[in-house]
């Protein structure tokens, strides 16, 4: 499976964006689907996952109550609604998965990506 990601762009802070991560093929029920960022000069850090099956959902602390994931079977897709963006939230942001798939998260396990779509939040 390939992932294209869309939907970044510039906002102020306090603003809003809607991340589409749109799959090449099925998204089979053990995959988890994930949401990464990487802000210039610092590693790539965990924001969102989401388990196919069972749409159980996880957040990094740093997001929580502000961002949301959900999935779309029919369409193979995945999204990412940021909410009450800050200036901190700016960065590059990536979707993945973890084909291999289980019930315990580990970003090491997710080997399948796309390309990145940039978000700038200003203050």
């Known amino acids: 499976v390939q992932l294209q990601a869309s939907g970044g762009g510039s906002v102020q802070a306090g603003g809003s964006l809607r991340l589409s991560c749109q799959a090449s093929?099925?998204?089979?029920?053990?995959?988890?689907m994930g949401w990464f960022r990487q802000a210039p000069g610092q590693e790539r850090e965990f924001v969102a996952a989401i388990w196919w099956r069972a749409n159980t959902k996880m957040f990094a602390e740093s997001v929580k109550g502000r961002f949301t994931i959900s999935r779309v079977a029919a369409e193979n897709a995945v999204y990412l609604q940021l909410n009450s963006l800050k200036p901190e939230d700016t960065a590059v942001y990536y979707c993945?998965?973890?084909?291999?798939?289980?019930?315990?998260?580990?970003?090491?396990?997710?080997?399948?990506w796309g390309q990145g779509t940039l978000v700038t939040v200003s203050s």
């Open positions: 993945a998965a973890d084909i291999r798939g289980g019930r315990n998260f580990d970003r090491d396990r997710f080997d399948v």
């Open positions: 093929g099925p998204i089979y029920s053990n995959y988890i």
